[in-house]
């Protein structure tokens, strides 16, 4: 690997993030064409609908080798990418249309999309982060970590995750005017969606909600899952927000919790303190009737 410039870098950072999209592409469209052929109604003729599908497969599949080679070019990886091509020859005509299938688990596949796939993983660590991005996202953390001194100053009290997440956003836009809502992350079993994705710095914000200890656990256990479903994605920072209306949990007891289970280093979870709107108290015939069930 020759020494790479920092226009190189920044560079091959674009370059990765467009190679995860592509490959992500032809996982939902193997998704989407195993929904077609498994969930099909009894009087559909999926010839010529399926057919169409593959095809677009094969086109989002060479789509991904393409971008691939490019970043490995960008790296000055000639042996991988020479590799890399020997190992894309192997493979036939009908292996770029076909989907194959493992379990109900494990869902549908398609071997070209799967080496591709893997070959990338393995590139994922060379992919140095720019100063600047590194720089912004210090700033992106700062501003979540006060995100309750920012609601509390526009009188903001939410009862609600919507309610921290819609305020969040015109916030986020005034140092990230690129930041979305609800960007796809498609996978082999569904699609899944961070509250927020800012393409350039490579960051997802997943931003949870608890006013009681119970729901607190529970915003954790939640972030767990998302670990497991955002990961291998365009996104290369992962930001769980956790505003709690109590002290029902600690950063030091979430930090370790994280360090226990082995959470992925590019994930980072800020708990914040503010205001919630009070829970409404019942009156006696409601007591009574809670008390009785």
């Not at 410039?5 to 995860?20: C, F, H, M, S, V």
């Not at 009862?159 to 969040?168: F, S």
């Not at 998302?226 to 769980?240: A, I, Q």
Request: net charge negative; proline share 5%; with cysteine.
């Amino acid at each position: 690997m020759t020494q790479l410039t920092k226009t190189d870098i920044e560079l091959a950072t674009k370059a990765y993030g467009a190679a995860r999209a592509a490959v992500q592409n032809c996982h939902a469209q193997v998704n989407a064409y195993a929904d077609a052929d498994e969930n099909r109604p009894d009087d559909f003729d999926p010839e010529e609908y399926l057919q169409d599908m593959a095809a677009q497969l094969e086109e989002l599949s060479r789509k991904a080798i393409d971008a691939l080679r490019i970043l490995l070019e960008l790296l000055g990886l000639d042996a991988t990418r020479i590799d890399f091509d020997d190992q894309i020859a192997v493979f036939e005509a009908v292996d770029f249309t076909k989907v194959g299938y493992f379990d109900e688990y494990y869902g549908a596949n398609n071997v070209v999309v799967d080496a591709v796939s893997r070959r990338l993983d393995r590139i994922a660590p060379l992919i140095e982060i720019p100063a600047d991005v590194r720089t912004e996202r210090r700033v992106l953390a700062r501003m979540l970590r006060q995100t309750a001194h920012y609601l509390d100053a526009i009188n903001n009290v939410p009862t609600r995750e919507k309610d921290v997440q819609d305020a969040l956003q015109p916030a986020l836009r005034l140092a990230f005017p690129d930041v979305i809502r609800e960007p796809p992350i498609p996978k082999q079993t569904k699609t899944y969606h961070p509250d927020f994705g800012i393409d350039s710095i490579a960051t997802a914000v997943e931003v949870k909600f608890a006013d009681d200890k119970q729901k607190a656990k529970s915003a954790i256990g939640e972030l767990y899952e998302d670990m497991k479903g955002y990961e291998d994605s365009e996104f290369s920072l992962f930001v769980g927000l956790v505003y709690l209306t109590g002290a029902y949990l600690s950063q030091d007891q979430v930090d370790a919790e994280m360090k226990k289970v082995g959470t992925s280093k590019n994930w980072r979870v800020y708990l914040v303190f503010g205001d919630g709107k009070p829970k409404p108290k019942r009156g006696p015939a409601e007591s009574a009737k809670a008390a009785a069930t």
